[in-house]
């Protein structure tokens, strides 16, 4: 902040405004003056034309003062004066004789001035005149304000506070203090108030930089003591704002809520739109730091809107950044780039170097997440280099800290510990206590992960010593969480829980629910670690109600919903297992329902109600869950996956995660629930495997691996496998050992009729399970035995069920082979190429065409566009070209078409794909869509199930999606597609229609990969 003083004229208009502008002759003095008959009247008369003169001639010498001509405005206004006091005028004569004192101010006399407006100010408190008495204090005031500004000693506070704020950006703290505390020594000497709580502003800042906030509170409380006495009403907005900011930093979030508003409220009153966007971005700050992220991004959003409108660069590029942070938190990747390399290029434009800084870190931590690790290592480097050209140690040391956390993300701990050591000896030559308390905070994960327990509880000790030095709430939880975290890895599980219960009042206490949620999950871990599953149990409940409060404040955005999904799940996960503890495996089941495609159910429920409101929709209880299963007329199957900790070397304090078990729940049309455990344990202990790298082996050794596509709006990406792991190659015996651990345990509770239906709800990796090829011990595969589909979660069958009752039907068949494919770059930075055409695609489009009595639409006419607009109305959907996964973010999956002739792409775009985010929001009549391409089932794996092509289907209207798992072989594909076309008119059953179109492609092409990789999602028929 600069340091602003009032001009000249603005201070006289302000006076002139507040005291007797305008001198009128009120009702009182008109009737004085009229008396009984003619000579009475001719008196008011001759009293109304004096008075007009001397406001004319008031007005005039006004006019004579702006211009600075002082002399004749002394002239003009005495002449005004002298007429008010012959007519007795007393608001006439009080307005002139405040102008008169600025003139003589104007005029160098200042004694005159002086004792003008003392005698202005006593007579204002004789007749108790509040308006005439503070005319003459501003006059005084204003007289202060000039003697300070001839004093030398003013000029050299002035520059000293410049010095200051140069040495605070620079990162300069120490300097910084030290040049501004000389500064206000001296306009304290001259008794400059306006300057003085400017300075004492400044110095809050540079204290809350240092992480040092009691020393900031007391500075700005000082400040906003003396704005409102001087009546500058802008600085005190400015006060209000700065200690907003710092109860933010100490976590206390309602306090700075708070204060922001009364901030927003007075830069509204004053019509300063730069501070009411400065406020609202510091509202949507708070508001994301409570996980309150919809109010976060109105908030944001809305500062952006006026900082464009009143083209604020610097508050542009800042509201941007602020933007980009809330959609990296909501798991909103592709966004979050965006936003960030917009907040970079206008820091480029205006030269902002610390905010190029910034720009490139945010998104350095957006390619971390992506596991885009050497990107992120680039784009801190260059931040890095920016940071030590500018002197910017703060940014440096900032940079040295997210370098530390790459590193200790890729595993490579001693360069983790080291960036993080010399990010740890700026903090501390900076005195910034708060980074240090940071840097302590991240040495003691790093310890803790490298089995170091000891010296982990060193650095969350040394951090919380700190935190409390400072009082900084939110950081003191964190820290008493890292401690409780470190002594449960030593089996110290007592102590943990008094950790987290420390954390948890904290956290309470601030109003921070997300991170209430995340103490009362560790609170219930430990309970759970010493048996006492009961108490476990309520804690993760409770957990779990706040995280479903947190979710519920995100209203309709489903991208949003299922992002924050995925940092939630742990808490149904471990309800779970103290509920099975416990025997309580009914209730255990309605928690696997309830922490499984909740965005996506609650999606559903929304689409489906008929204004398309928001709708809260419960999890399903048991009696819900066995009329669905009578409903539907099939065997419900439902996995959930659990993990714990071992200790595999008997050394306290290096446990490591695994996979513990599988618990299956099945429920048959009666209702009946049988409750069955596999032990999960003989498959990384004897075979070195987990569960997610057994399917991704039978995977490979089926060679159904997809598209390895790097570049699909920027972020599409299959997860690489583990080099170091032994691959499996026999598929006959990872297909016998997955039959082993998903179906043996349950065959005896699976129906005898292979037309009954099943129908597996998954968890995780076995979204990826091709069911149909498992095989028993007898060398059958499931298929052969039973009629398979498959589904997100219980609730959702009811849902699709609903959806094909109410939704208009379409008409007509659209059948799509081998459009003209689309150009796709294979990896960042690489010239685009064609996708090879599929002659196989084509063959059976026509085929199925001609048995449906329609015309296939092949080549340049499966044009993007016009294949949008002919799904609208079509009742039947059949897509036979490629599919293109994406794994990271899921709603970038796509299907290609061919390019639209006249499409002018945005950078990043591809004119011909036809992308899951763009599907889900189509308003679709079909009762079915086949999509016979590779890896049209697949996508992000979530807590809410597979986000891509097949949920985006549904959520458009489609009741039954047909999706394949891989890459399909063209042959036999238009062979089993044409026979599921046969059986379907035949039976109006697109399950049992699949079954027998896999029997009979089996015969011919007996090898999985040829006939397994299609899943019905949805209805039957």
């Known amino acids: 902040m600069g340091l602003a003083m009032k001009v000249w004229t603005g201070l006289v208009v302000g006076v002139c405004v507040a005291g007797f502008s305008s001198p009128t002759i009120g009702s009182g003095q008109r009737a004085s003056l009229s008396l009984a008959g003619w000579d009475g009247i001719a008196v008011a008369q001759t009293v109304e034309a004096q008075q007009a003169e001397a406001d004319r001639l008031y007005a005039l010498g006004g006019q004579q003062f702006e211009n600075q001509d002082y002399q004749a405005a002394l002239e003009t206004l005495q002449q005004a004066h002298?007429?008010?006091?012959?007519?007795?005028?007393?608001?006439?004569?009080?307005?002139?004789?405040?102008l008169i004192g600025y003139v003589h101010a104007g005029l160098g006399q200042m004694e005159e001035a002086q004792e003008l407006f003392e005698f202005l100010l006593s007579w204002g408190q004789d007749i108790r005149s509040s308006e005439l008495e503070g005319a003459a204090q501003k006059g005084l005031d204003y007289l202060q304000q000039l003697a300070a500004l001839a004093d030398p000693r003013f000029a050299e506070a002035t520059t000293l506070f410049e010095q200051g704020q140069a040495q605070h950006q620079a990162s300069q703290?120490?300097?910084?203090?030290?040049?501004?505390?000389?500064?206000?020594?001296?306009?304290?000497?001259?008794?400059?108030?306006?300057?003085?709580?400017?300075?004492?502003?400044?110095?809050?800042?540079?204290?809350?930089?240092?992480?040092?906030?009691?020393?900031?509170l007391t500075f700005h409380e000082q400040s906003l003591e003396i704005t409102p006495e001087i009546n500058d009403r802008q600085g005190e907005a400015v006060a209000l704002h700065n200690l907003g900011l710092v109860y933010r930093s100490l976590g206390q979030y309602q306090k700075a809520i708070a204060l922001h508003e009364q901030s927003l409220d007075l830069e509204q009153e004053l019509n300063n739109r730069q501070g009411e966007a400065y406020a609202l971005a510091s509202l949507g700050s708070v508001y994301h730091l409570l996980g309150q992220y919809q109010k976060a991004l109105t908030f944001q959003e809305q500062s952006l809107d006026i900082a464009r409108q009143i083209n604020d660069r610097q508050g542009e590029a800042n509201s941007l950044g602020n933007l980009g942070i809330v959609y990296f938190y909501l798991g909103q990747y592709q966004q979050a780039i965006t936003l960030n390399e917009q907040f970079l290029d206008i820091a480029q434009q205006i030269n902002d170097q610390s905010g190029e800084v910034s720009a490139l870190g945010n998104l350095s931590i957006v390619y971390q997440a992506l596991g885009q690790y050497q990107q992120a290592i680039t784009l801190n480097e260059q931040s890095l280099e920016i940071a030590r050209?500018?002197?910017?140690?703060?940014?440096?040391?900032?940079?040295?800290?997210?370098?530390g956390n790459i590193y200790f993300s890729l595993g490579q701990y001693p360069q983790a510990i080291a960036f993080h050591e010399q990010?740890?000896?700026?903090?501390?030559?900076?005195?910034?206590r708060q980074g240090e308390a940071g840097i302590f905070s991240s040495l003691g994960n790093t310890y803790f992960t490298l089995g170091q327990h000891q010296?982990?509880?060193?650095?969350?000790?040394?951090?919380?010593?700190?935190?409390?030095?400072?009082?900084?709430?939110?950081?003191?939880?964190?820290?008493?969480d890292g401690l409780g975290l470190?002594?449960?890895?030593?089996?110290?599980?007592?102590?943990?829980?008094?950790?987290?219960?420390?954390?948890?009042?904290?956290?309470?206490?601030?109003?921070?629910?997300?991170?209430?949620?995340?103490?009362l999950n560790n609170l219930g871990f430990a309970l759970q670690n010493l048996d006492r599953h009961s108490e476990a149990e309520q804690k993760f409940l409770a957990a779990a109600e706040l995280w479903e409060t947190i979710r519920a404040d995100l209203g309709g955005n489903d991208t949003h919903k299922v992002s924050i999904f995925e940092q939630q799940s742990t808490t149904y996960q471990l309800l779970q297992q103290v509920q099975i503890a416990q025997n309580k495996t009914t209730a255990a089941l309605e928690t696997a329902e309830r922490g499984r495609a909740r965005a996506f159910v609650e999606l559903l429920a929304t689409r489906l109600n008929a204004d398309g409101s928001n709708v809260d929709i419960a999890p399903p209880n048991l009696s819900q869950i066995q009329q669905i299963a009578h409903e539907k007329n099939a065997t419900l199957v439902e996995y959930s996956i659990t993990v714990d900790t071992f200790d595999l070397d008997n050394n306290p304090g290096t446990e490591t995660t695994k996979e513990s078990a599988l618990y299956i729940w099945v429920i048959p049309p009666n209702g009946d629930i049988t409750f069955r455990q596999v032990d999960l344990t003989p498959l990384w202990r004897d075979d070195d495997l987990s569960l997610w790298e057994l399917v991704q082996f039978t995977r490979d050794a089926l060679g159904v691996r997809g598209l390895n596509l790097r570049n699909l709006n920027r972020l599409v990406a299959v997860r690489p496998r583990d080099p170091q792991k032994q691959k499996l190659t026999d598929d006959d015996q990872l297909l016998r050992k997955l039959h082993s651990l998903l179906i043996e345990p349950i065959a005896d509770l699976l129906p005898q009729d292979p037309e009954d239906r099943v129908i597996f709800i998954p968890q995780s990796s076995l979204f990826l399970v091709p069911f149909p090829a498992l095989k028993n011990a007898a060398g059958e595969y499931l298929i052969q035995n039973h009629t398979i589909l498959t589904a997100p979660s219980i609730q959702t069958l009811s849902l699709t069920r609903t959806q094909k009752q109410q939704s208009p039907q379409g008409d007509g068949a659209l059948i799509v082979g081998n459009p003209t494919m689309p150009s796709i770059a294979p990896d960042f930075g690489e010239t685009p190429q064609p996708l090879t055409q599929l002659p196989g695609a084509e063959q059976e489009a026509k085929a199925i065409a001609d048995l449906l009595d329609t015309n296939a639409i092949t080549g340049n006419a499966a044009n993007k566009s016009a294949m949008v607009a002919q799904m609208q109305d079509a009742e039947l959907?059949?897509?036979?070209?490629?599919?293109?996964?994406?794994?990271?973010?899921?709603?970038?999956?796509?299907?290609?078409?061919?390019?639209?002739?006249?499409?002018?792409?945005?950078?990043?775009?591809?004119?011909?794909?036809?992308?899951?985010?763009?599907?889900?929001?189509?308003?679709?009549?079909?009762?079915?869509?086949?999509?016979?391409?590779?890896?049209?089932?697949?996508?992000?794996?979530?807590?809410?199930?597979?986000?891509?092509?097949?949920?985006?289907?549904?959520?458009?209207?489609?009741?039954?999606?047909?999706?394949?798992?891989?890459q399909v072989p063209d042959a036999p594909t238009a062979q089993l597609m044409t026979e599921f076309y046969r059986q379907r008119e035949q039976t109006g059953d697109n399950a049992q229609a699949l079954r027998q179109a896999m029997l009979q492609t089996l015969e011919r092409h007996p090898e999985p990969r040829n006939w397994a990789a299609f899943t019905l999602i949805g209805e039957a028929n």
Do not use: M
Not at 504 to 516: D, F, N, Q, S, Y
């Open 423 to 432: 990010s740890l000896g700026i903090q501390q030559e900076l005195g910034n």
């Open 389 to 403: 050209q500018i002197g910017n140690r703060q940014g440096e040391a900032n940079v040295l800290g997210s370098l």
């Open 82 to 98: 002298a007429i008010y006091e012959e007519i007795n005028y007393s608001p006439g004569i009080a307005a002139t004789n405040v």
């Open 173 to 216: 703290f120490q300097a910084a203090l030290t040049l501004l505390g000389q500064a206000l020594i001296l306009f304290r000497e001259t008794e400059n108030r306006q300057a003085e709580a400017a300075t004492l502003n400044s110095l809050g800042i540079v204290y809350r930089s240092l992480g040092q906030y009691q020393q900031a």
């Open 877 to 966: 959907i059949h897509l036979a070209t490629h599919g293109l996964l994406d794994d990271i973010r899921g709603i970038g999956s796509a299907i290609a078409l061919a390019p639209d002739p006249n499409f002018q792409p945005e950078p990043g775009q591809v004119n011909g794909l036809l992308t899951a985010e763009e599907i889900f929001d189509l308003n679709l009549k079909a009762d079915l869509v086949v999509l016979s391409a590779c890896d049209t089932g697949r996508g992000r794996i979530t807590g809410d199930g597979v986000v891509g092509l097949s949920r985006s289907f549904i959520a458009a209207g489609v009741p039954s999606v047909l999706v394949s798992l891989w």
């Open 486 to 519: 470190a002594y449960a890895s030593l089996g110290q599980h007592q102590q943990a829980i008094a950790f987290h219960e420390q954390s948890l009042v904290i956290k309470r206490a601030i109003g921070a629910r997300k991170g209430e949620a995340v103490s």
């Open 455 to 480: 010296q982990a509880l060193v650095f969350h000790e040394q951090s919380l010593e700190i935190t409390r030095e400072l009082g900084n709430r939110q950081g003191e939880a964190i820290s008493l």
